[in-house]
Protein backbone atom coordinates (compact mmCIF):
# COMPACT_ATOMS: atom_id res chain seq x y z
CA UNK A 1 0.00 0.00 0.00
CA UNK A 2 1.17 3.26 -0.69
CA UNK A 3 0.67 6.50 1.08
CA UNK A 4 0.98 10.47 0.54
CA UNK A 5 4.76 9.82 1.75
CA UNK A 6 5.25 7.28 -1.18
CA UNK A 7 5.38 9.17 -4.46
CA UNK A 8 4.74 7.87 -7.92
CA UNK A 9 8.03 7.57 -10.05
CA UNK A 10 7.19 10.41 -11.91
CA UNK A 11 7.70 12.19 -8.68
CA UNK A 12 11.40 11.08 -8.44
CA UNK A 13 12.86 13.89 -10.41
CA UNK A 14 11.02 16.03 -9.21
CA UNK A 15 12.13 14.96 -5.39
CA UNK A 16 15.77 14.65 -5.76
CA UNK A 17 16.08 18.02 -7.45
CA UNK A 18 14.62 19.33 -4.28
CA UNK A 19 16.34 17.54 -2.11
CA UNK A 20 19.86 18.59 -3.77
CA UNK A 21 18.62 22.12 -3.71
CA UNK A 22 19.32 22.51 -7.49
CA UNK A 23 16.09 24.40 -8.16
CA UNK A 24 15.17 26.28 -11.38
CA UNK A 25 11.26 26.98 -11.04
CA UNK A 26 10.02 25.54 -14.24
CA UNK A 27 11.13 22.02 -12.74
CA UNK A 28 8.11 22.31 -10.45
CA UNK A 29 5.51 20.66 -11.09
CA UNK A 30 2.98 21.05 -8.72
CA UNK A 31 2.25 17.12 -8.37
CA UNK A 32 -0.92 15.69 -9.31
CA UNK A 33 -3.07 14.16 -6.63
CA UNK A 34 -2.42 10.58 -7.52
CA UNK A 35 -5.41 8.65 -7.24
CA UNK A 36 -4.12 6.05 -4.57
CA UNK A 37 -4.40 8.48 -2.03
CA UNK A 38 -7.72 8.82 -2.44
CA UNK A 39 -8.56 4.80 -2.61
CA UNK A 40 -6.88 4.37 0.86
CA UNK A 41 -8.98 6.74 2.22
CA UNK A 42 -11.94 4.95 1.45
CA UNK A 43 -10.53 1.41 2.65
CA UNK A 44 -11.96 -0.01 5.38
CA UNK A 45 -8.89 -0.42 7.67
CA UNK A 46 -8.63 -2.32 10.68
CA UNK A 47 -6.89 -0.32 13.05
CA UNK A 48 -5.08 -1.66 15.87
CA UNK A 49 -5.08 1.76 17.62
CA UNK A 50 -7.88 3.81 16.84
CA UNK A 51 -7.48 7.80 16.75
CA UNK A 52 -9.54 10.00 17.44
CA UNK A 53 -8.08 12.82 15.02
CA UNK A 54 -10.08 15.16 16.16
CA UNK A 55 -9.93 14.85 19.70
CA UNK A 56 -6.43 13.90 20.61
CA UNK A 57 -4.70 16.05 17.75
CA UNK A 58 -4.09 19.67 17.84
CA UNK A 59 -4.13 21.81 14.30
CA UNK A 60 -1.33 24.43 14.98
CA UNK A 61 0.31 27.18 12.50
CA UNK A 62 3.99 28.01 13.08
CA UNK A 63 5.34 31.89 12.31
CA UNK A 64 8.06 30.40 9.89
CA UNK A 65 10.86 32.15 8.50
CA UNK A 66 11.12 32.42 4.70
CA UNK A 67 14.35 32.12 3.79
CA UNK A 68 16.62 30.65 6.62
CA UNK A 69 20.32 31.10 4.57
CA UNK A 70 20.40 34.66 3.34
CA UNK A 71 20.17 38.12 4.97
CA UNK A 72 18.08 40.30 2.21
CA UNK A 73 14.98 42.25 3.56
CA UNK A 74 12.57 39.33 2.11
CA UNK A 75 14.67 36.69 3.66
CA UNK A 76 12.78 38.16 6.97
CA UNK A 77 9.29 37.45 6.00
CA UNK A 78 7.23 34.76 7.45
CA UNK A 79 4.56 32.46 6.45
CA UNK A 80 1.84 30.21 8.68
CA UNK A 81 3.34 26.55 8.11
CA UNK A 82 1.52 23.42 10.15
CA UNK A 83 2.32 21.18 12.30
CA UNK A 84 0.00 18.95 14.38
CA UNK A 85 0.47 17.83 18.08
CA UNK A 86 -0.30 14.98 20.43
CA UNK A 87 0.54 15.35 23.87
CA UNK A 88 -2.33 12.35 24.86
CA UNK A 89 -0.11 10.35 25.99
CA UNK A 90 2.99 12.08 26.89
CA UNK A 91 5.11 11.76 29.48
CA UNK A 92 5.84 14.81 30.08
CA UNK A 93 9.15 16.92 30.40
CA UNK A 94 9.62 16.10 34.27
CA UNK A 95 10.67 12.16 33.14
CA UNK A 96 12.25 13.73 29.85
CA UNK A 97 9.99 12.13 27.58
CA UNK A 98 10.67 11.61 23.88
CA UNK A 99 9.35 13.52 20.86
CA UNK A 100 8.45 11.29 17.75
CA UNK A 101 8.71 13.78 14.74
CA UNK A 102 7.13 12.94 11.16
CA UNK A 103 8.99 15.25 8.76
CA UNK A 104 6.53 15.87 6.07
CA UNK A 105 7.28 15.04 2.18
CA UNK A 106 5.93 15.92 -1.18
CA UNK A 107 2.10 16.34 0.30
CA UNK A 108 -0.34 18.05 2.51
CA UNK A 109 0.27 16.42 6.02
CA UNK A 110 -3.86 15.29 6.42
CA UNK A 111 -3.06 12.02 5.40
CA UNK A 112 0.31 11.36 7.07
CA UNK A 113 -1.69 12.05 10.36
CA UNK A 114 -4.12 9.64 9.47
CA UNK A 115 -2.25 7.01 7.94
CA UNK A 116 1.39 7.42 9.43
CA UNK A 117 1.16 4.74 12.05
CA UNK A 118 4.43 4.51 13.52
CA UNK A 119 4.00 7.59 16.01
CA UNK A 120 0.93 6.76 17.52
CA UNK A 121 1.35 3.38 17.66
CA UNK A 122 4.75 3.74 19.58
CA UNK A 123 3.52 6.67 21.58
CA UNK A 124 1.96 4.61 24.53
CA UNK A 125 4.95 2.52 25.02
CA UNK A 126 7.25 5.58 24.81
CA UNK A 127 5.37 7.83 26.41
CA UNK A 128 6.19 10.25 23.30
CA UNK A 129 5.25 13.63 22.19
CA UNK A 130 4.10 13.07 18.78
CA UNK A 131 4.70 16.26 15.92
CA UNK A 132 3.59 16.27 12.28
CA UNK A 133 4.81 18.87 10.36
CA UNK A 134 4.20 19.98 6.94
CA UNK A 135 6.46 20.28 3.98
CA UNK A 136 6.83 24.46 2.97
CA UNK A 137 4.81 25.05 -0.19
CA UNK A 138 2.46 21.96 0.39
CA UNK A 139 -1.46 21.73 1.83
CA UNK A 140 -1.66 24.76 4.12
CA UNK A 141 2.03 25.44 4.58
CA UNK A 142 2.30 27.56 1.36
CA UNK A 143 4.33 31.05 1.74
CA UNK A 144 3.36 34.62 -0.13
CA UNK A 145 -0.30 34.21 0.38
CA UNK A 146 -1.66 31.73 -1.84
CA UNK A 147 -0.76 28.89 -3.98
CA UNK A 148 -0.98 30.70 -7.21
CA UNK A 149 1.68 33.89 -5.93
CA UNK A 150 3.82 30.92 -4.73
CA UNK A 151 4.39 29.20 -7.85
CA UNK A 152 4.68 32.51 -9.81
CA UNK A 153 8.31 32.82 -10.50
CA UNK A 154 11.91 31.79 -10.04
CA UNK A 155 12.08 34.45 -6.86
CA UNK A 156 8.95 32.99 -5.19
CA UNK A 157 9.87 29.38 -6.34
CA UNK A 158 13.57 29.61 -4.65
CA UNK A 159 12.82 29.26 -1.38
CA UNK A 160 11.29 25.82 -2.56
CA UNK A 161 14.07 23.22 -1.45
CA UNK A 162 15.19 20.97 1.13
CA UNK A 163 17.44 22.86 2.73
CA UNK A 164 15.22 25.19 3.66
CA UNK A 165 12.46 22.55 4.40
CA UNK A 166 14.72 20.61 7.29
CA UNK A 167 15.35 24.09 8.49
CA UNK A 168 12.35 24.83 8.70
CA UNK A 169 11.63 21.09 11.10
CA UNK A 170 14.74 22.55 12.70
CA UNK A 171 12.99 26.03 13.84
CA UNK A 172 9.46 24.19 14.46
CA UNK A 173 11.59 21.26 17.14
CA UNK A 174 13.13 23.72 18.93
CA UNK A 175 10.02 26.11 19.37
CA UNK A 176 8.04 22.59 20.38
CA UNK A 177 10.83 21.83 22.69
CA UNK A 178 10.42 25.47 24.57
CA UNK A 179 7.01 25.61 24.80
CA UNK A 180 6.83 22.36 26.93
CA UNK A 181 9.91 23.10 28.29
CA UNK A 182 11.21 19.52 26.86
CA UNK A 183 14.89 20.68 26.60
CA UNK A 184 16.16 17.46 27.80
CA UNK A 185 13.51 15.47 25.60
CA UNK A 186 15.13 13.34 22.61
CA UNK A 187 13.91 14.09 19.60
CA UNK A 188 13.17 11.21 16.70
CA UNK A 189 12.65 12.31 13.11
CA UNK A 190 10.83 10.11 11.31
CA UNK A 191 10.04 9.90 7.17
CA UNK A 192 9.05 8.07 4.60
CA UNK A 193 10.63 8.33 1.00
CA UNK A 194 11.61 11.73 0.03
CA UNK A 195 10.79 12.43 3.58
CA UNK A 196 13.54 9.91 4.47
CA UNK A 197 16.13 11.18 3.14
CA UNK A 198 14.92 14.45 4.66
CA UNK A 199 14.81 12.69 8.01
CA UNK A 200 18.26 11.15 7.39
CA UNK A 201 19.70 14.52 6.34
CA UNK A 202 17.89 16.18 9.29
CA UNK A 203 20.03 13.53 12.21
CA UNK A 204 23.35 14.18 10.14
CA UNK A 205 23.39 18.34 9.59
CA UNK A 206 21.16 19.45 12.87
CA UNK A 207 22.42 16.44 15.72
CA UNK A 208 21.72 18.55 18.35
CA UNK A 209 18.13 18.81 17.44
CA UNK A 210 17.45 15.21 16.52
CA UNK A 211 18.93 12.42 18.46
CA UNK A 212 18.09 9.83 15.92
CA UNK A 213 16.26 8.93 12.25
CA UNK A 214 14.56 6.56 11.08
CA UNK A 215 14.06 6.77 7.26
CA UNK A 216 11.86 4.46 5.65
CA UNK A 217 12.45 3.74 1.70
CA UNK A 218 14.87 6.70 1.39
CA UNK A 219 16.86 5.98 -1.97
CA UNK A 220 19.59 8.19 -1.26
CA UNK A 221 21.76 6.67 -3.16
CA UNK A 222 19.18 6.46 -6.09
CA UNK A 223 21.50 7.83 -8.78
CA UNK A 224 24.18 5.29 -8.29
CA UNK A 225 21.93 2.96 -9.92
CA UNK A 226 20.77 4.37 -12.86
CA UNK A 227 22.98 5.77 -15.97
CA UNK A 228 23.48 9.22 -16.10
CA UNK A 229 21.19 9.91 -18.73
CA UNK A 230 18.55 8.66 -17.67
CA UNK A 231 18.46 10.20 -14.10
CA UNK A 232 20.60 13.41 -12.82
CA UNK A 233 22.51 14.50 -15.74
CA UNK A 234 19.22 14.60 -17.55
CA UNK A 235 17.48 17.46 -14.97
CA UNK A 236 21.09 19.33 -15.53
CA UNK A 237 20.56 19.41 -19.34
CA UNK A 238 16.93 20.48 -18.38
CA UNK A 239 18.16 23.41 -16.52
CA UNK A 240 20.48 24.19 -19.16
CA UNK A 241 17.65 24.32 -22.20
CA UNK A 242 15.19 25.99 -20.08
CA UNK A 243 17.92 29.20 -19.17
CA UNK A 244 18.32 29.00 -22.76
CA UNK A 245 18.29 26.58 -26.10
CA UNK A 246 20.97 28.37 -27.69
CA UNK A 247 23.33 27.31 -24.96
CA UNK A 248 22.08 23.82 -24.37
CA UNK A 249 22.93 23.27 -27.75
CA UNK A 250 26.43 24.94 -27.77
CA UNK A 251 26.97 22.46 -24.79
CA UNK A 252 26.11 19.97 -26.60
CA UNK A 253 27.95 20.16 -29.49
CA UNK A 254 31.10 21.07 -27.69
CA UNK A 255 31.70 17.44 -26.98
CA UNK A 256 32.51 16.51 -30.40
CA UNK A 257 34.54 19.94 -30.90
CA UNK A 258 36.62 18.66 -27.89
CA UNK A 259 37.11 15.76 -29.28
CA UNK A 260 37.81 16.61 -32.64
CA UNK A 261 40.57 19.01 -31.01
CA UNK A 262 41.79 16.23 -29.09
CA UNK A 263 42.19 13.73 -31.98
CA UNK A 264 44.83 16.21 -33.16
CA UNK A 265 48.70 16.39 -32.44
CA UNK A 266 49.47 19.62 -30.37
CA UNK A 267 45.65 19.18 -29.63
CA UNK A 268 45.15 18.60 -26.00
CA UNK A 269 48.01 21.13 -25.32
CA UNK A 270 45.84 23.40 -27.32
CA UNK A 271 42.81 22.97 -25.42
CA UNK A 272 44.73 23.24 -22.13
CA UNK A 273 45.61 26.64 -22.88
CA UNK A 274 42.68 27.46 -23.99
CA UNK A 275 40.58 26.56 -21.15
CA UNK A 276 43.55 27.69 -18.85
CA UNK A 277 43.40 24.30 -16.90
CA UNK A 278 45.91 23.99 -13.49
CA UNK A 279 47.65 21.41 -15.15
CA UNK A 280 48.30 20.31 -18.47
CA UNK A 281 45.42 17.59 -19.76
CA UNK A 282 45.98 14.21 -20.72
CA UNK A 283 42.95 13.24 -22.25
CA UNK A 284 39.39 14.66 -23.58
CA UNK A 285 37.72 12.84 -21.16
CA UNK A 286 39.35 14.73 -18.67
CA UNK A 287 38.45 18.27 -19.45
CA UNK A 288 34.65 16.92 -19.94
CA UNK A 289 34.33 15.68 -17.45
CA UNK A 290 35.61 18.92 -15.08
CA UNK A 291 33.00 20.69 -17.74
CA UNK A 292 30.45 17.89 -16.74
CA UNK A 293 31.10 18.89 -13.14
CA UNK A 294 30.75 22.08 -13.55
CA UNK A 295 27.33 22.36 -15.08
CA UNK A 296 25.94 20.02 -12.56
CA UNK A 297 27.55 21.98 -9.79
CA UNK A 298 25.55 24.73 -11.65
CA UNK A 299 22.09 22.74 -11.41
CA UNK A 300 22.58 21.31 -8.45
CA UNK A 301 23.45 24.84 -6.36
CA UNK A 302 21.13 26.79 -8.81
CA UNK A 303 20.41 28.92 -6.50
CA UNK A 304 18.14 32.07 -6.41
CA UNK A 305 20.77 35.05 -5.36
CA UNK A 306 23.06 33.85 -8.15
CA UNK A 307 21.63 31.17 -10.70
CA UNK A 308 24.53 29.63 -11.84
CA UNK A 309 23.04 28.59 -15.06
CA UNK A 310 22.22 31.43 -16.10
CA UNK A 311 25.50 32.96 -15.31
CA UNK A 312 27.27 30.04 -17.87
CA UNK A 313 24.49 30.74 -20.11
CA UNK A 314 24.98 34.56 -20.27
CA UNK A 315 28.79 33.76 -20.81
CA UNK A 316 28.29 31.01 -23.67
CA UNK A 317 25.51 33.26 -25.50
CA UNK A 318 27.60 36.84 -24.81
CA UNK A 319 30.56 35.34 -26.95
CA UNK A 320 30.21 37.00 -30.20
CA UNK A 321 28.16 34.77 -32.81
CA UNK A 322 31.00 34.08 -34.98
CA UNK A 323 33.27 32.54 -32.28
CA UNK A 324 33.52 29.05 -32.35
CA UNK A 325 31.99 26.40 -29.96
CA UNK A 326 35.24 26.09 -27.59
CA UNK A 327 35.64 30.20 -27.12
CA UNK A 328 31.84 29.88 -26.55
CA UNK A 329 32.55 27.32 -23.47
CA UNK A 330 35.46 28.98 -22.29
CA UNK A 331 33.39 32.45 -21.56
CA UNK A 332 30.74 30.34 -19.83
CA UNK A 333 33.69 28.80 -17.94
CA UNK A 334 35.35 32.16 -17.20
CA UNK A 335 31.49 33.79 -16.52
CA UNK A 336 31.04 31.26 -13.63
CA UNK A 337 34.58 30.80 -12.39
CA UNK A 338 35.48 34.63 -13.20
CA UNK A 339 37.50 35.51 -15.43
CA UNK A 340 40.50 36.72 -12.68
CA UNK A 341 41.11 33.14 -12.32
CA UNK A 342 45.15 32.17 -13.12
CA UNK A 343 43.83 28.48 -14.13
CA UNK A 344 40.75 26.85 -14.07
CA UNK A 345 39.92 22.98 -12.99
CA UNK A 346 42.63 22.77 -10.09
CA UNK A 347 42.84 19.02 -9.71
CA UNK A 348 42.48 19.57 -5.60
CA UNK A 349 39.23 20.95 -5.77
CA UNK A 350 36.70 18.44 -5.11
CA UNK A 351 33.45 19.89 -5.86
CA UNK A 352 30.27 19.62 -3.46
CA UNK A 353 28.39 17.81 -6.49
CA UNK A 354 31.22 14.90 -6.46
CA UNK A 355 30.84 14.41 -2.82
CA UNK A 356 27.42 14.55 -2.77
CA UNK A 357 26.71 12.33 -5.43
CA UNK A 358 29.04 9.13 -5.28
CA UNK A 359 28.05 6.41 -2.96
CA UNK A 360 31.83 6.24 -2.20
CA UNK A 361 31.08 9.10 -0.57
CA UNK A 362 27.55 9.23 0.91
CA UNK A 363 29.17 5.64 2.30
CA UNK A 364 32.24 7.95 3.69
CA UNK A 365 29.85 10.79 5.18
CA UNK A 366 27.99 8.20 7.07
CA UNK A 367 30.81 6.61 8.18
CA UNK A 368 32.60 9.53 9.21
CA UNK A 369 29.64 11.82 10.74
CA UNK A 370 26.77 9.79 10.61
CA UNK A 371 24.88 7.95 13.48
CA UNK A 372 21.60 6.88 14.75
CA UNK A 373 19.91 6.26 11.49
CA UNK A 374 18.08 3.73 10.67
CA UNK A 375 17.23 3.08 7.02
CA UNK A 376 14.51 1.00 6.42
CA UNK A 377 13.55 -0.68 3.48
CA UNK A 378 11.03 -3.18 1.63
CA UNK A 379 13.23 -5.09 -1.07
CA UNK A 380 9.96 -5.22 -3.45
CA UNK A 381 10.08 -1.61 -3.41
CA UNK A 382 11.23 -0.56 -6.75
CA UNK A 383 12.85 2.64 -5.02
CA UNK A 384 14.80 -0.23 -2.55
CA UNK A 385 17.53 -0.14 -5.52
CA UNK A 386 18.49 3.74 -4.53
CA UNK A 387 18.53 2.58 -0.61
CA UNK A 388 20.94 2.25 2.20
CA UNK A 389 20.90 -1.75 1.92
CA UNK A 390 23.75 -2.42 4.12
CA UNK A 391 25.03 -1.47 7.89
CA UNK A 392 27.25 1.38 7.58
CA UNK A 393 28.28 1.23 11.70
CA UNK A 394 27.10 0.34 14.63
CA UNK A 395 24.24 2.81 14.63
CA UNK A 396 23.65 3.76 10.85
CA UNK A 397 22.15 0.55 10.50
CA UNK A 398 19.37 -1.03 7.76
CA UNK A 399 16.48 -3.30 8.67
CA UNK A 400 15.59 -4.70 5.37
CA UNK A 401 12.32 -6.47 4.57
CA UNK A 402 12.69 -9.65 1.71
CA UNK A 403 9.01 -8.97 0.69
CA UNK A 404 8.45 -5.52 2.13
CA UNK A 405 6.96 -2.55 -0.10
CA UNK A 406 7.51 1.28 -0.09
CA UNK A 407 6.90 2.97 3.73
CA UNK A 408 5.09 -0.13 4.70
CA UNK A 409 7.03 -0.14 8.12
CA UNK A 410 6.50 3.55 9.35
CA UNK A 411 2.61 2.86 8.33
CA UNK A 412 -0.08 2.11 10.41
CA UNK A 413 -0.14 -1.44 12.15
CA UNK A 414 -2.99 -3.69 11.19
CA UNK A 415 -3.80 -7.15 12.66
CA UNK A 416 -2.96 -8.52 9.25
CA UNK A 417 -0.04 -7.70 9.50
CA UNK A 418 2.67 -10.56 8.38
CA UNK A 419 5.29 -11.57 10.71
CA UNK A 420 7.98 -10.32 8.81
CA UNK A 421 6.78 -6.52 8.96
CA UNK A 422 5.57 -7.19 12.76
CA UNK A 423 9.42 -8.27 12.95
CA UNK A 424 10.84 -5.32 11.06
CA UNK A 425 9.07 -3.19 13.32
CA UNK A 426 9.70 -4.34 16.53
CA UNK A 427 14.12 -4.17 14.72
CA UNK A 428 13.38 -0.60 14.47
CA UNK A 429 11.64 -0.26 17.50
CA UNK A 430 14.30 -1.63 19.83
CA UNK A 431 17.15 0.21 18.39
CA UNK A 432 15.43 3.72 18.87
CA UNK A 433 14.81 2.45 22.58
CA UNK A 434 18.57 1.81 22.61
CA UNK A 435 19.73 4.94 21.60
CA UNK A 436 17.37 6.55 23.80
CA UNK A 437 18.38 4.28 26.80
CA UNK A 438 22.07 5.75 26.14
CA UNK A 439 20.74 9.66 25.52
CA UNK A 440 19.25 8.85 29.43
CA UNK A 441 22.21 6.84 30.87
CA UNK A 442 24.48 10.47 29.32
CA UNK A 443 21.89 12.92 30.67
CA UNK A 444 22.12 11.38 34.06
CA UNK A 445 25.93 11.28 34.16
CA UNK A 446 25.87 15.29 32.52
CA UNK A 447 23.57 16.61 35.24
CA UNK A 448 25.47 14.53 38.13
CA UNK A 449 28.44 16.10 36.40
CA UNK A 450 26.95 19.61 36.28
CA UNK A 451 25.89 19.27 39.63
CA UNK A 452 29.11 18.85 41.24
CA UNK A 453 30.63 22.04 39.12
CA UNK A 454 27.76 23.72 40.53
CA UNK A 455 28.50 22.15 43.60
CA UNK A 456 32.27 23.25 43.38
CA UNK A 457 31.45 26.58 42.70
CA UNK A 458 29.42 27.18 45.35
CA UNK A 459 32.14 26.78 47.90
C1 LIG B 1 -13.39 12.90 19.62
O1 LIG B 1 -12.96 14.12 20.22
C2 LIG B 1 -13.93 15.17 20.15
C3 LIG B 1 -13.29 16.44 20.70
O2 LIG B 1 -12.64 16.22 21.89
C4 LIG B 1 -15.17 14.75 20.94
O3 LIG B 1 -16.15 15.75 20.83
C5 LIG B 1 -15.69 13.43 20.34
O4 LIG B 1 -16.78 12.98 21.13
C6 LIG B 1 -14.59 12.37 20.32
N1 LIG B 1 -15.08 11.19 19.61
C7 LIG B 1 -14.86 9.95 20.06
C8 LIG B 1 -15.37 8.84 19.20
O5 LIG B 1 -14.28 9.71 21.12
C1 LIG C 1 5.26 36.59 12.24
O1 LIG C 1 6.55 37.18 12.31
C2 LIG C 1 6.64 38.43 11.65
C3 LIG C 1 8.09 38.86 11.66
O2 LIG C 1 8.70 38.59 12.88
C4 LIG C 1 5.71 39.43 12.32
O3 LIG C 1 5.76 40.64 11.64
C5 LIG C 1 4.29 38.87 12.27
O4 LIG C 1 3.42 39.71 12.96
C6 LIG C 1 4.21 37.47 12.86
N1 LIG C 1 2.90 36.93 12.62
C7 LIG C 1 2.23 36.23 13.53
C8 LIG C 1 0.90 35.72 13.10
O5 LIG C 1 2.68 36.01 14.62
C1 LIG D 1 7.85 18.70 37.33
O1 LIG D 1 8.91 19.13 38.16
C2 LIG D 1 8.69 20.38 38.75
C3 LIG D 1 9.94 20.82 39.50
O2 LIG D 1 10.54 19.74 40.16
C4 LIG D 1 7.47 20.28 39.69
O3 LIG D 1 7.21 21.54 40.27
C5 LIG D 1 6.25 19.85 38.87
O4 LIG D 1 5.15 19.65 39.71
C6 LIG D 1 6.55 18.58 38.11
N1 LIG D 1 5.47 18.30 37.19
C7 LIG D 1 4.91 17.12 37.07
C8 LIG D 1 3.81 17.01 36.07
O5 LIG D 1 5.28 16.16 37.71
C1 LIG E 1 7.85 37.34 -9.26
O1 LIG E 1 6.59 37.79 -8.83
C2 LIG E 1 6.66 38.76 -7.81
C3 LIG E 1 5.25 39.05 -7.33
O2 LIG E 1 4.39 39.31 -8.39
C4 LIG E 1 7.35 40.01 -8.35
O3 LIG E 1 7.43 40.99 -7.33
C5 LIG E 1 8.74 39.62 -8.81
O4 LIG E 1 9.39 40.71 -9.38
C6 LIG E 1 8.68 38.48 -9.81
N1 LIG E 1 10.05 38.02 -10.06
C7 LIG E 1 10.47 37.63 -11.26
C8 LIG E 1 11.90 37.15 -11.34
O5 LIG E 1 9.77 37.66 -12.25
C1 LIG F 1 47.05 24.27 -32.02
O1 LIG F 1 47.53 25.59 -31.96
C2 LIG F 1 48.41 25.94 -33.03
C3 LIG F 1 48.93 27.31 -32.78
O2 LIG F 1 47.92 28.20 -32.40
C4 LIG F 1 47.63 25.82 -34.34
O3 LIG F 1 48.47 26.12 -35.39
C5 LIG F 1 47.08 24.41 -34.48
O4 LIG F 1 46.29 24.31 -35.65
C6 LIG F 1 46.27 24.04 -33.29
N1 LIG F 1 45.87 22.66 -33.37
C7 LIG F 1 44.63 22.25 -33.22
C8 LIG F 1 44.41 20.79 -33.30
O5 LIG F 1 43.70 23.01 -32.97
C1 LIG G 1 41.17 25.53 -6.00
O1 LIG G 1 41.60 25.66 -4.68
C2 LIG G 1 42.74 26.53 -4.54
C3 LIG G 1 43.22 26.48 -3.10
O2 LIG G 1 42.16 26.18 -2.23
C4 LIG G 1 42.35 27.94 -4.99
O3 LIG G 1 43.44 28.81 -4.86
C5 LIG G 1 41.90 27.87 -6.44
O4 LIG G 1 41.45 29.14 -6.86
C6 LIG G 1 40.78 26.87 -6.63
N1 LIG G 1 40.48 26.70 -8.03
C7 LIG G 1 39.24 26.67 -8.52
C8 LIG G 1 39.13 26.45 -9.98
O5 LIG G 1 38.26 26.80 -7.82
C1 LIG H 1 21.94 -4.15 10.76
O1 LIG H 1 21.98 -4.16 12.15
C2 LIG H 1 20.72 -4.31 12.76
C3 LIG H 1 20.90 -4.15 14.24
O2 LIG H 1 21.91 -4.93 14.72
C4 LIG H 1 20.14 -5.67 12.38
O3 LIG H 1 18.85 -5.82 12.94
C5 LIG H 1 20.01 -5.72 10.87
O4 LIG H 1 19.56 -6.96 10.45
C6 LIG H 1 21.34 -5.41 10.21
N1 LIG H 1 21.10 -5.23 8.78
C7 LIG H 1 21.77 -5.87 7.84
C8 LIG H 1 21.42 -5.56 6.42
O5 LIG H 1 22.64 -6.68 8.10
C1 LIG I 1 8.09 -13.68 0.43
O1 LIG I 1 7.05 -13.97 -0.45
C2 LIG I 1 7.23 -15.19 -1.15
C3 LIG I 1 6.14 -15.31 -2.18
O2 LIG I 1 4.92 -14.87 -1.70
C4 LIG I 1 7.21 -16.33 -0.14
O3 LIG I 1 7.40 -17.54 -0.81
C5 LIG I 1 8.33 -16.12 0.87
O4 LIG I 1 8.29 -17.08 1.87
C6 LIG I 1 8.22 -14.72 1.50
N1 LIG I 1 9.42 -14.48 2.31
C7 LIG I 1 9.35 -14.06 3.56
C8 LIG I 1 10.65 -13.84 4.24
O5 LIG I 1 8.29 -13.83 4.13
Request: hydrophobic content about 35%.
Amino acid sequence: MKTSTCPSSVCLLFIFTIFFNSVTASRFNIPRLSPIKGAILQEPEIRSSERNISGDYEDLFYNQTLDHFNYRPESYSTFQQRYVISSKYWGGANSSSPIFAYLGAEAPLDNDVLFIGFLPDNSIRFKALLVYIEHRYYGKSIPFGSREEAFKNTSTLGYFNSAQAIADYAEILMYVKKQYHAEDSPVIVVGGSYGGMLASWFRLKYPHVALGALASSAPILYFDDITPQDGYYSIVSKDFREASESCYQTIRDSWSAIDKVASQPDGLSNLSKKFKTCFPLKTASELKDYLLELYSDAAQYNQPLRYPVNVICGGIDGEASGSDILSKIVAGVAAYEGDHKFCYFSPNNESETAVGWSWQNIKLILQRFGSNIIFSNGLKDPYSSGGVLENISDSVVAVNTVNGSHCLDILRKNYGDPDWLVKQRETEVGIIEGWIAKYYADLKELKIYDNRNLYSRKI
